[in-house]
């Protein structure tokens, strides 16, 4: 059938086939994604991440990428043309990463990160003996995961890459005893059941990190950058983003200048005035106890939902519930907080799980004092208002009640999610949160000196020939960051360019606020937001076209 024969209703029947067939084709090889989504029949279900695998999905991306691109966007309606678009990117994106960043021959996280029972732990979506089913199906197929990755690893890999799959490897028997505890909440047996699935799991994660100690270690390189024409490409396979990346940096660096301006205004007004340093020191210094960390998280839930609705910022729907726990341990390495929100697709309920990372009772006195202080009062509420209040709980539960087509309930953009978030901190203190110029001023303007750095330091990492070194600096001067943070911020950046989403997005959503708030929504705050969550989760490169009103085009 060609577009120009097609009736309109075949060619939305056409079409409407193809988008099912995409996305049944993108979770053969990230069913974890539709797990998380709430697509509950992809439980327990691995990818093949053999080369042979891979590759016939790639040979079959291929060709649905074909059949989307026969569909001429001026044939299709306006909504359909963002469809094709997003859809056109759930396929390119991962293509990047198997052809272009050739992921699973130089990252050996992306074998490790593959298993999550966290899923089938956190919510009761299910019956505990179902759920127990999955974690076992996943422990069982953990082995051959592994074995992709030993066959098709190729030495010497990016040292940050290796260390950092050390540490969340070395995490993860304890979360399959985590596994085994929660199923045998339901049943002995079925604790039984998850007990035998463990040991091969466990072996074969033992004899991994044994090789990537004793072997890729030794013979590690400090090679890992994307260069110039990769990481233009990734701007648009994740975002839809054609803006040079030159222009990008020039909008990040403003950012920074802004930021770092305020900063020092807010501490020579502070009482009584100061260097930014003893600022941040007062700040750091007021934090709870480790035993009150997460109390203290759940009394900011209460206050940032209420200030929400007092200033009708946004629509707080009325079944919202957010419960505050610690941190599974195989994600604590990458996480000091977290959430972990009901899937568009999800039946379980609309709860939230606000993960904290608590202190480490092995740690030293002084690493327990450290992470305290990162946690104080002031950034604890900032960090809630990204997490929960307004920021990410908040936008899922818009985007589980949207009204979207099968493309846009499944595409999820980083920078319009971590945007949003890091926006929503704005917002809060533009709203009166703290009230202006104290310490909930001085925590958000700190927080987003470091988003700025990290979209600085990944275009510098990547395309600009820096070393961890330098990035590192770069925390401690621009963002003033201590030394163990800002290294952990820099070797990030090695592994995860797109941290750049945060300030990206942020920026992005304050421009079409700019354009479009009195033109289209009367000035009111309240109506732009809620539209602006109806969109779903848009790459950011397509925003300015959506508020407009105009058509977009891939």
């Not at 310490?439 to 510098?460: F, K, M, T």
Request: aromatic share 8%; hydrophobic share 40%.
């Amino acid at each position: 059938m060609t577009n120009d024969s097609a009736t309109a209703g075949e060619l939305s029947d056409e079409f409407t086939a193809v988008e099912q067939g995409v996305i049944d084709h993108l979770f053969q090889l990230q069913p974890q994604y539709a797990v998380f989504l709430g697509l509950h029949t992809y439980d327990g279900r691995l990818p093949d991440l053999s080369e042979a695998g891979t590759e016939s999905w790639a040979t079959g991306a291929d060709g649905w990428l074909r059949r989307l691109h026969a569909f001429a966007p001026d044939h299709l309606p306006k909504e359909r043309q963002l469809d094709r678009v997003l859809l056109q990117l759930l396929l390119e994106s991962p293509l990047f990463d198997l052809r272009d960043a050739f992921e699973l021959e130089h990252n050996p996280m992306a074998y490790v990160g593959t298993i999550s029972l966290t899923p089938y732990i956190a919510r009761d979506y299910a019956p505990i003996d179902q759920r127990t089913e999955a974690m076992v199906r996943v422990l069982e197929g953990f082995p051959a995961i592994l074995d992709a990755g030993r066959r098709r690893l190729k030495s010497p890999l990016p040292e940050p890459f290796l260390r950092l799959t050390l540490s969340i490897g070395g995490g993860l028997p304890e979360h399959f005893a985590e596994a085994e505890s929660a199923a045998a909440r339901g049943s002995a047996a079925l604790g039984a059941k998850v007990a035998a699935a463990r040991p091969s799991a466990e072996k074969a994660i033992h004899e991994f990190l044994a090789r990537v100690r004793d072997e890729y270690l030794p013979k590690a390189t400090r090679e890992f950058a994307l260069g110039l024409e990769r990481y233009q490409r990734l701007l648009w396979v994740r975002e839809g983003i054609r803006t040079p990346v030159v222009d990008i940096l020039a909008l990040g660096e403003r950012d920074l200048r802004r930021n770092q301006v305020r900063l020092e205004e807010l501490a020579q007004a502070a009482r009584p005035p100061g260097s930014i340093a003893a600022v941040l020191e007062r700040l750091f210094r007021d934090h709870a106890t480790a035993s009150g960390l997460l109390d203290q998280a759940r009394g900011l839930v209460d206050e940032t939902r209420s200030f929400v609705e007092h200033h009708q910022l946004v629509t707080v729907p009325s079944n919202a519930v957010c419960r505050v726990e610690e941190t599974p341990t195989y994600g604590r390495a990458l996480s000091t907080a977290s959430m972990n929100p009901p899937g568009p697709f999800d039946e379980g309920g609309d709860v939230g799980i606000y993960y904290i990372t608590p202190v480490d009772s092995t740690w030293t006195p002084e690493r327990q004092e450290e992470w305290l202080r990162s946690l104080n009062a002031a950034m604890l509420r900032n960090v809630t208002v990204h997490e929960v209040y307004p920021g990410h709980y908040l936008q899922f539960l818009h985007f589980r009640k949207t009204a979207g087509s099968l493309a846009r309930r499944v595409y999820l953009s980083s920078s319009f999610t971590e945007g949003w978030a890091h926006y929503a901190e704005q917002l809060a203190i533009e709203a009166g949160l703290g009230d202006r110029g104290t310490d909930a001023e001085v925590a958000q303007v700190h927080d987003a000196l470091l988003r700025d750095c990290r979209l600085i330091a990944s275009i510098g990492l990547h395309t600009r020939g820096w070393d961890l070194e330098r990035a590192t600096a770069l925390f401690q001067h621009e963002a003033h960051f201590e030394r163990l943070p800002a290294e952990r911020e820099a070797i990030r950046g090695t592994f995860n360019p797109e941290y750049f989403c945060y300030t990206l997005g942020k920026l992005t959503i304050l421009d079409v606020r700019t354009k479009y708030l009195e033109s289209r929504f009367g000035g009111s705050l309240k109506s732009f937001h809620d539209h602006l969550l109806s969109l779903g989760s848009p790459p950011v490169g397509l925003l300015d076209p959506l508020l407009g009103g105009r058509s977009v085009a891939g």
